[in-house]
Every structure is written in C-alpha cells, then in structure tokens.
C-alpha cells in the first residue's frame, strides 16, 4: 500500500517562506509526474506546480517566480520551496504522483498565511 505524507505546514506571516516536503512509502518505481496543489476554503483544488521524471518543471502562473518545485527521485520525495507567501496562498497543500495510470495523493498539509 503506497502513501504519500507530507509536512512542513505551518502558520507564516506575508512575505516569509515555507518549505513542504512529500515522502511516498513503498515502492513506486519511475514515477513520471511529482505535482502540488492546493486547496483554499470554499474553492476547487487548483494546481500549483509539476516535475516531470526528466525534472522540468511547471508552475501555475499565480506562483511562478515565487514556488519552486523539485524533486527526489532515489527518496520518492517532492518538495515545494515557498517564498514571498500572500495571504492568498493559504490553503490546503496536497502533493500528487502519477505513475502510468496510478495517481496518489498525500492527506495535505495546512499552510496559512497570515499576520
């Protein structure tokens, strides 16, 4: 039974940073897509960003500049490097891995942004 368990949430003031990390236990071998999304009260689960197997990553265009995504591959690890956080980036961080036609989610990990 593969899980994905993510931590690093936190409670952060605007303009600080964060960083998120997700472990999957149990073996997924080639994992092809390691992505973040999140989750903000009363709205749909948005996407953030994405690391292809050949780690080329992508970034929804209301984090770019600002997030980066990265991954380790030998760890089965995705991490979300946070910074210049806006209130609007309070939300529910889930991570996601895609192997073939398997998808995997991680139970999420709060990050609020707030003074």
């Known amino acids: 039974q593969v899980q994905l368990v993510e931590s690093g949430g936190g409670l952060v003031q605007p303009g600080g940073s964060l960083s998120l990390s997700c472990a999957a236990s149990?073996?997924?071998?080639?994992?092809?897509?390691m992505s973040w999304f999140r989750q903000a009260p009363g709205k749909q689960r948005e996407w953030v960003a994405s690391?292809?197997?050949?780690?080329?990553?992508n970034y929804a265009g209301s984090v770019k500049g600002r997030f980066t995504i990265s991954r380790d591959n030998a760890k089965n690890t995705v991490y979300l490097q946070m910074n210049s956080l806006k209130p609007e980036d309070t939300a529910v961080y889930y991570c996601?891995?895609?192997?073939?036609?398997?998808?995997?989610w991680g139970q999420g990990t709060q990050v609020t942004v707030s003074s």
């Open positions: 996601n891995m895609i192997r073939g036609v398997a998808s995997y």
């Open positions: 149990g073996s997924i071998p080639n994992i092809n897509v």
């Open positions: 690391a292809t197997s050949g780690d080329i990553p």
